[in-house]
Nanobody
């Protein structure tokens, strides 16, 4: 069992940065892949970034490449999403997810545990 709690969202201006955090409970988080997804108003949930259980490899949506960085600290049971050069189109609720997957990291179906989400709003 894994419980996830996101934090770090807020209201920022275009070009600013935010660092989202995901605090996990349960030892099994350390053996789970971690992903970040987002849902904008009126849109489907979409993949943002993912990282393997051991942090050995990361994956990004095209919209996140070069601007966002995903990381994790298994010793602390935490994960982070550093978001730079934010754009108004990044406005969404961001969700942290964990799952025992070794492929298709961009698929929400691969993740069995989800946080409640944190709102990110980027003004122009």
């Amino acid at each position: 069992q894994v419980q996830l709690v996101e934090s770090g969202g807020g209201l920022v201006q275009a070009g600013d940065s935010l660092r989202l955090s995901c605090a996990a409970s349960g030892r099994t988080f350390r053996s789970s892949a971690m992903g970040w997804f987002r849902r904008a108003p009126g849109k489907e949930r979409e993949f943002v970034a993912a990282i393997r259980w051991n942090g050995g490899q990361t994956y990004y949506a095209d919209s996140a490449k070069g601007r966002f960085t995903i990381s994790r600290d298994n010793a602390k049971n935490t994960g982070n999403l550093q978001m730079n050069s934010l754009k108004p189109e990044d406005t969404a609720v961001y969700y942290c997810a964990a799952g025992y997957t070794y492929s298709n990291y961009e698929s929400p179906a691969r993740y069995g545990y989800w946080g409640q989400g944190t709102q990110v709003t980027v003004s122009s």
